[in-house]
């Protein structure tokens, strides 16, 4: 039986191919963008792998979050995956101390207050189809070569989120899981596509990412390194 999974900033980058995987798994695909021509551009490409629609969505806006929830809450009844992918970095280079605070709010709003909201809002309608929230997200400790200050403080309240909900919805026995999928390194437009020998394409971390998202164990409350599964 067909069901549905909403997927943000699926317009391109992984979430694009997220989205093309898991049509090809024969599921119907919400196609979240903020950008009506761009959304639509994808989702022309993406109905030939099968059926999808577009849903209009800013994460950074929490009025556009609650309208998007709704819509998609009315119109698919049967959503049973929520992910949430779309994410800003900031910039990646600058030193920690030069980062205005407005930058740091941007990053924020985009990559955790948007997913937290989003989650909040279809919680109901996911809980009563024993539905999953998968977040894709990545370690936030500062190492030599990656240390951007705006993302991974955006990062690690998303990481903190999922063990807080996951440690819940144990608790109070619900059927709803949560967690989240830390890709490793794809060379998407976020990082300028980077290139170097542990570089994914966007398709291959998504055919990485279907099968843990498709797998039937329970991870709910985990944060998962997908190159270790
Ligand atoms: N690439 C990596 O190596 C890597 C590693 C770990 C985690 N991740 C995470 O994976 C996710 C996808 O990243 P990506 O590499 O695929 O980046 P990407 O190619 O830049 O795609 C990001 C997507 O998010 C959308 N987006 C950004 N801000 C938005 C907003 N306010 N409202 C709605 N959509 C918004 C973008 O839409 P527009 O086209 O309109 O900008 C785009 O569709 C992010 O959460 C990122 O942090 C990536």
Redesign the pocket.
Known sequence: MMSTIFI????????FALAEELLKKNFRVIV????LK?GSDAVKILSTFGEVHLQL????DLESIRRAAQDVAKNFGDLTMLIN?????GDMHKTAWDFSAQELIEVYM??FI?AFELTKNLLPLLEKNHGRIVN???PTNATEFFHPLAYQAAKAPMNIMIDNFGFEFAQKKMSAQIFGL??G??S????NHIQGAHVKS?SQSAKQMTEIILDNRNLNGQIIDVDKF
Not at 32 to 35: I, T
Not at 85 to 89: D, K, L, Q, R, S
Not at 188 to 191: G, S
Request: hydrophobic share 40%.
């Open positions: 943000t900033g699926a317009n391109k980058g992984i979430g979240g963008a903020r950008d761009r969505i800013d994460v950074a992918n779309a994410g800003i970095a985009t990559d948007g894709i997200t990545m830390m890709p390194v794809v998407t437009d976020l990082n966007p």
